[in-house]
């Protein structure tokens, strides 16, 4: 197991919230920070440490994407017209690991990422094996002929944790996928509070 998927373990309880509204998190049992301080901590959280932990909110929420690739991703929103925010979003959602994960392909982007990873994704009848590939709506993802009975996949297909949200079109017999529209902030199905507006001003400042 890598350090970056390990880390999906700690990070509810650092950042002291469910991220991704699993009934497994540690989180849910000890609502606290990790270490022996971690029950008495207190005090008030500055400006920049409120922006900070919402970039590392969306961050880690994403497949803990390094700082190198989010910072990307918030220079092409910050280069597009309309709202930064909103951009910002977009682009997250466009990923090709999120689509697999929205479409309930996989349990986790942990794990949608590791299937692109590993050859099992076709986009348009072809593989492609990058987590980061930007998906338009003119697109047809699909799972692998070989891959489409993998026990990982057939397992989240059914698991009633989450739906797929509106803006995703999944056929779970074919295990094909499609991505309709780009969504709005509002739209995306977050099970925790999210902040991206903090996080354009992290970066803005």
Known sequence: MTKRLASKHKVDRRLKVNLWGRPK??????????????????????????????????????????????????????????????????FLERRLDTVIYRAKFATTVFSARQLINHGHIKVNGRKVNIPSYSVTEKDTIEIKDKSKEMT????????????????????EKNKKAKLIRIPKFSEVPYPSIMEPNLVIEYYSR
């Open 25 to 90: 998190s540690p989180f849910n049992s000890r609502n606290y920070p990790p270490g022996q301080h971690g029950k008495s901590k207190r005090g008030k959280t500055s400006d920049y440490g409120t922006q900070l932990e919402a970039k590392q909110k969306m961050k880690f929420y994403y497949g803990n994407m390094n700082e190198r690739q989010f910072r990307n991703v918030y220079r092409k929103a910050l280069q597009k017209k309309g709202n930064t925010t909103e951009n910002l979003i977009g």
């Open 152 to 171: 990982v996949i057939a397992g989240s297909l059914v698991s009633k944790e989450r739906e797929v949200p509106d803006y995703i079109q999944s056929d």
